[in-house]
């Protein structure tokens, strides 16, 4: 409870409120990032990709992790600004209530 408390204090300050923001984004393009992320990670180190498994070291990894998160929350934001979900979401959207979902903001 004392490190849950300390975190919400940390929440209220100023560069807080300006620095997570834009990471609400990710959240609406949860699917659509965790599968991008998917595809690109596999690509990345197994075998029918770039087969780098084991051979990057754990701060290697730690940057890359970074980089892919980077322009993700890039890619989100900028994709957020045309259309109302990210392109997985509309597409479970629109299986799940049997009819196209509109994709742009009204």
Same mark, same amino acid.
């Given at each position: ?19 997570? %923001?834009?990471?609400? &984004?990710?959240?609406? &393009?949860?699917? /659509?990032?965790?599968?991008?992320? /998917?595809?690109?990670? &596999? ?14 070291? %754990? ?13 993700? /929350? ?12 990210? %392109? ?7 299986? /799940?209530?049997?009819?196209? &979902? %509109?994709?742009?903001?009204?």
């Amino acid at each position: 409870m004392f490190f849950l408390y300390h975190f919400l204090l940390l929440l209220q300050r100023d560069i807080w409120q300006r620095i997570l %923001p834009p990471l609400k &984004t990710l959240g609406r &393009t949860a699917l /659509t990032n965790y599968l991008l992320q /998917t595809v690109v990670c &596999t690509l990345n180190f197994y075998s029918y990709g770039f087969g780098m498994y084991g051979k990057l070291g %754990p701060a290697l990894g730690v940057v890359l992790a970074f980089i892919i998160f980077g322009i993700q /929350t890039i890619a989100s934001n900028l994709w957020l600004k045309y259309f109302k979900f990210g %392109p997985m979401e509309w597409i479970w959207r629109s299986f /799940t209530y049997f009819a196209k &979902t %509109p994709e742009k903001e009204d």
